[in-house]
């Protein structure tokens, strides 16, 4: 049986894509942990949407400032030049079009890049939008980390959404603990996939229809 990848698995896949230079939010959850990954010797400026710009990797126990959090309210320490600023400061930068790239948790997307990641339909654990929207509209492009099935094995990648919008025809690039899906103009398609599942297994995992690229690649992470 073919094992998927841990969340920190999956956060350092998804950092691999990140340029040099570019200005990156990470959204709560696994989105956070991708700090920690950045390649070496590579730029990357990590926007907090709760003020700061140049957020470095998780904070040791012995670096914690009770001022410095991240979207999941985690310690988190500051790379070379970091600036502080206030949360309208920090929306502006994200409405205003600064934000070249955000990683966002999801719940579901949608064959045409519809993106759901927020819920307040359970009881008692319901997730507010918080500045997902602002992030899904105004961000340069969106990507989004997610297990490929709910904890009962439902599908996440669907035809069309079954929860709340969070934007409509957002998402560029899923990554998942079993691929890394692009978003086209005719659906989903598979750009890398883990080693020893088939095609018809990673369909099987998903409602909407997969295509898969003539490059398709194994999906291979350090064990993290």
């Known amino acids: 049986m073919v094992k998927p990848l841990s969340r920190n698995q ?4 998804a950092a691999q894509d990140l340029e040099e230079g570019m200005v990156v939010n990470l959204g709560m959850g696994m989105p956070v942990l991708a700090a920690s990954y950045a390649p070496e010797g590579r730029e990357i400026i990590f926007q907090s949407e709760n003020g700061i710009v140049g957020a ?33 400061a920090s929306f502006a930068m994200i409405r205003g079009g600064h934000i070249d790239v955000t990683m966002l948790g999801g719940f579901e997307v949608a064959s045409n890049g519809d993106l759901a990641n927020w819920d307040m339909q359970v009881p008692n654990k319901g997730q507010l939008v918080g500045g997902a929207m602002d992030l899904a509209v105004g961000a340069g492009e969106v990507r989004v980390i997610m297990q490929h099935q ?48 088939t095609e018809e297994e990673l369909q099987a995992r998903s409602e909407a229809s997969l295509s898969f690229s003539a490059n398709l690649k194994p999906l291979a992470t350090p064990d993290i």
């Open 56 to 88: 470095g990797p998780e904070a040791n126990e012995d670096e914690r400032d009770p001022d410095l959090v991240d979207a999941s309210s985690r310690f988190v320490t500051l790379a070379a030049g970091a600036s502080l600023i206030e949360s309208a």
């Open 150 to 197: 709910t904890k009962d094995g439902s599908p996440r990648l669907l035809n069309v959404c079954r929860l709340p919008l969070t934007a409509p025809a957002c998402v560029t690039r899923i990554y998942t603990d079993l691929a890394v899906v692009d978003v086209k103009e005719n659906g989903f398609l598979v750009q890398e996939m883990l080693h020893g599942m």
């Open 10 to 13: 999956m956060a350092w896949r």
